[in-house]
């Protein structure tokens, strides 16, 4: 148990619970939040327990919850460094200082669950709850996670970051652009340093290719969206938030260039799906000349945003997705956790004869390949389950879960 320091009250199991990397409201988290109680105690003798506010950076993985992935864990420990009562929010931003460390350059998530609301770079807000002066932690504790995987810096090879992590108020983070947030909204600012291998081309010497290949995922994302011949509101909606957010990085003249070509891309894509004209084939292709592995996850994204946008899991559309995933020479494990963090965010029903196309079964397979991948599923989703917290997301492992039951009991 924490030991929890405050002025009049004893704040007492700080919770703060990142729940996988697969939890449906984001690989890292929609929020973190602190239970507290009130209980009067000696301060004069509880100060001489705490320290001082700090952060720290441990690199880890996450085997244990069956999702494999490599990460930094940002941990805190001290006093809050607030002279108010606040509730707080600890906001995580990275700047690339590999080429001027006088010069920092914001770097940008390739997936939505780790951006700032308004623009593509990466950010983790993980809300507290209310705080109160005095109120502390005396022993380290994991308010965030930095994912190399869905990172992208300016330029590839080994990149030198910046982790700022600040405590603000739950109202200042509607102020964080880009990276930036002012100083006055700030009650702690605090700086540690990772170095990862950019393996993809950065987004500076990538521009050109990038906006390419933002086109052609807008293109997908329609492929994906018209898949039962219609485009529905909230598809439509999924892939407009998705452009205006692309852009934001910018010059104000680049975004209205950008715009022009987005929406002319989904117009053509639509005109070429209703008379059956479009070729899946030709724009994978173009992708796979030009495309990373950033840009090719950030299309996939997309075209699985666009599947969620109804809350249901349709199997035309998973059809779609397993197709085109396989058709852009994605690593196929690192391909199935962006499978899972989506498919986390549905209520997860399923329509008819949509089991096979939620669990990735290819209907190539044979009886003993199918078996071996629901061995596979069943461990993936059963150690996940173990590790979730009582919600929706608890709830959407079980019924994967009983899928999964409900299939190899076809194969018996």
Aim: proline residues 3%; charged residues 30%; hydrophobic residues 40%.
């Amino acid at each position: 148990m924490l030991e929890i320091i405050g002025v009049i009250a004893l704040l007492i199991g700080i919770r703060i619970v990142f729940v996988l990397f697969f939890k449906g409201v984001g690989v890292a988290a929609e929020g973190v939040k602190s239970a507290v109680t009130g209980k009067e105690f000696d301060l004069d003798k509880a100060l001489g327990r705490i320290p001082e506010f700090s952060t720290r950076i441990i690199e880890k993985n996450t085997e244990e919850d069956g999702s494999g992935l490599n990460y930094y864990s940002i941990e805190i420990k001290g006093v809050f460094p607030i002279g108010r009562s606040i509730d707080g929010v600890f906001v995580t931003s990275l700047f690339d200082i590999t080429d001027d460390r006088n010069e920092p350059k914001v770097v940008l998530s390739v997936i939505e669950k780790f951006q700032e609301p308004a623009t593509t770079a990466y950010s983790i807000a993980n809300a507290t709850g209310q705080l109160e002066p005095g109120y502390g932690l005396t022993s380290w504790v994991e308010m965030g996670r930095v994912l190399p995987l869905f990172v992208q810096t300016p330029f590839a090879g080994k990149r030198i970051l910046n982790v700022v992590t600040r405590l603000t108020d739950v109202n200042g983070i509607e102020h964080l652009e880009l990276g930036f947030l002012p100083s006055d909204l700030c009650y702690a600012v605090e700086i540690n340093e990772i170095e990862i291998d950019q393996l993809a081309k950065g987004y500076t010497e990538a521009a050109k290719d990038k906006q390419e290949c933002m086109r052609i995922s807008v293109m997908l994302g329609m492929v994906v969206a018209m898949s039962d011949g219609t485009l529905d509101d909230p598809e439509g909606e999924v892939l407009k938030k998705w452009m205006a957010k692309v852009i934001t990085p910018y010059s104000d003249a680049k975004r209205k260039e950008l715009k022009e070509t987005l929406n002319s891309a989904m117009k053509e894509a639509f005109a070429q799906i209703q008379e059956q004209s479009l070729s899946k084939s030709d724009l994978i292709d173009a992708f796979n000349k030009i495309g990373d592995n950033a840009s090719k996850f950030e299309a996939m994204e997309l075209c699985y945003d666009v599947m969620a946008a109804d809350g249901v899991a349709d199997p035309e559309e998973i059809k779609v997705l397993h197709r085109i995933g396989d058709a852009l020479d994605l690593d196929i494990a690192e391909l199935e956790k962006l499978r899972d963090l989506k498919m986390m965010g549905l209520s997860s029903q399923v329509e008819d004869g949509g089991a096979a196309s939620l669990l990735g079964i290819d209907p190539e397979w044979d009886d003993g390949q199918v078996k071996k991948h629901l061995r596979s599923e069943f461990s993936k989703w059963n150690a996940r389950l173990n590790n979730l917290q009582p919600g929706p997301d608890k709830e959407h492992a079980q019924k994967m879960l009983d899928t999964i039951g409900e299939m190899r009991s076809k194969y018996d």
